[in-house]
């Protein structure tokens, strides 16, 4: 359906689409007391894209992306409504109707932040950290999901010799990216980028934008972005959340 001259995003929804669709939102709105930031939003999106939203400051897009790991219940006073049902390996889950503890979904569902926060730890511990958390002891296995996530995230040829250094000692683009790596450690089905280039410099931009290309080939990957050039440069699908709603624009 042609909309204002973009496509509105998938407003009919075709049963064998939706099957194969990792994420899927029916009439999904979000207010906080009786401010709505946005509502009616149908989305599907595909296994292993990367799907970019950008739009105006404050139009929700951060918000938009707190919706699939419920972390916007952690700050209180919000309210969604509408369905987001998420497609992980073992099958299709109701994130609002079905119970599913946070920890589980926030391990299938990773993300990152616009600013980089790393822990005051070594570099190696950071990355560990969500592991550790989950109770996982043995030290040889860990160092080899370490480099490999590392790996994954780009960074480990450039850490290799300090993996015990303090991480806050990195630059803002590793931090980012050792960020990324400690999100992968539990392996999510879906990642959530906030801004993750907004705070860095051109060169680290690039780095970032280079592994993300890598980390579809294991994750959904759902962005918000301010940077219409990166959004080009990166992803397969892009949307502008505005006049309260998501509009697909590529
Ligand atoms: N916990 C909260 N309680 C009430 N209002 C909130 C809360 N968190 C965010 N808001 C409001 O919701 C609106 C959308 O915020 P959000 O951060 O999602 O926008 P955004 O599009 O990501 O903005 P930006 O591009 O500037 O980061 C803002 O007006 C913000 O003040």
Not at 106 to 124: A, T, Y
Not at 163 to 190: N, V
Not at 215 to 237: E, F, G, I, N
Request: contains cysteine.
């Amino acid at each position: 359906m042609v909309w204002n001259g973009c496509w509105r995003v998938a407003l009919c929804f075709d049963n064998d689409m939706a099957s194969a669709s990792k994420i899927i939102t029916r009439s999904l709105a979000f207010s906080y007391d009786k401010k709505t930031l946005f509502e009616s939003i149908d989305l599907e999106l595909p296994e292993h894209c990367i799907a970019a939203v950008t739009g105006p400051s404050g139009a929700g897009k951060s918000t938009f992306l707190t919706v699939f790991n419920r972390l916007w219940q952690e700050f209180g006073g919000g309210n969604v409504s509408g369905t987001v049902l998420l497609r992980f390996a073992d099958g299709l889950v109701d994130i609002y109707r079905e119970h599913l503890p946070a920890s589980e979904l926030r391990r299938r569902v990773g993300m990152v932040f616009q600013k980089p926060n790393p822990l005051p730890m070594s570099i190696h511990k950071n990355v560990a950290f969500p592991l550790r958390l989950a109770g996982h002891r043995k030290r040889g296995e860990m160092d080899h999901l370490v480099e490999k996530a590392l790996r994954k995230a780009h960074l480990f040829e450039e850490v290799k010799d300090r993996l015990r250094a303090d991480a806050r000692a990195l630059s803002g683009g590793q931090q980012q990216r050792l960020c990324i790596a400690r999100a992968l450690m539990l392996e999510p089905e879906i990642l959530l980028l906030d801004e993750p280039t907004s705070s860095l410099d051109a060169r680290s931009c690039g780095k970032i934008e280079e592994l993300l290309d890598d980390l579809k080939q294991s994750c959904t990957v759902l962005m918000v972005s301010h940077y219409q050039d990166q959004v080009r440069r990166v992803a397969d699908l892009v949307f502008e959340m505005t006049d309260q709603t998501l509009i697909r624009s590529a």
